[in-house]
């Protein structure tokens, strides 16, 4: 018995030089620091190799920023005298007036696409493929797609809508209304 427990132990310790070679440990490297209530303050990453492929949108009251996943800010856009509807992935946005009768829809570099007479509020999908306008007394929604045409259902009617909600990650929708009726909405703008 100890003779076989004195070959294991070689054995052990022979493995251990040879087949499981060691490894560093660790390292800890800083990442970005700040506020996003003040992106001009933001301290990127001091690591050099760090993949900077990852970038999020960020808005205030009147300006669009992006921010990657270093910390690294990028201006956008100014719309101090509009309000805007921004696209989940923040590279489309629908800019409008309080009280006007006309949007626009636009790029995140600010080149527009489109003008459409409408006193509607509004909700833009993930990837701005779909849009919902939403009426003044919340009784309609129209469906339009990223070129201002109306598609599928083309609108939906019910009695005060309550809910409106895309997906995280691509262009569906859900429209939810006060007296129970819900309805999901696909890229096409059919009722599923």
């Known amino acids: 018995m100890i003779r076989y ?3 294991g132990l070689l054995l052990g310790i022979s493995l251990n030089f040879f087949v499981l070679l060691p490894h560093g440990g660790g390292a800890i490297l800083p990442e970005w620091h700040g506020s996003l209530n003040a ?5 990127p990453s001091p690591d050099k190799h760090a993949i900077r492929d990852c970038s999020f949108p960020v808005k205030n009251d009147i300006n669009l920023w992006y921010i990657n996943n270093v910390g690294i800010v990028t201006p956008a856009v100014s719309f101090k005298d509009y309000l805007i509807s921004l ?4 590279q489309n946005y629908i800019q409008f007036l309080s009280v006007g009768k006309e949007i626009e829809f636009l790029n995140s570099k600010g080149d527009r696409f489109w003008k459409l007479k409408s006193r509607e509020f509004p ?3 993930y990837n701005g493929k779909l849009i919902f306008l939403l009426n003044g007394d919340n009784s309609k929604i ?3 797609d990223n070129s201002g ?3 599928g259902a083309k609108e939906i ?3 005060f809508c309550t809910a409106i909600r895309f997906s995280d990650y691509s262009d569906f929708g859900g429209i939810g209304f006060l007296n129970g009726s819900f309805y999901i909405i696909n890229q096409n703008g059919a009722v599923i």
């Open 87 to 90: 696209s989940g992935n923040g």
């Open 123 to 125: 909700y833009l999908s």
């Open 39 to 43: 992106l001009e303050q933001i301290e």
């Open 157 to 159: 009617p019910g009695r």
């Open 149 to 151: 045409n109306e598609i």
């Open 142 to 144: 129209r469906i339009i």
């Open 5 to 7: 427990s004195f070959v």
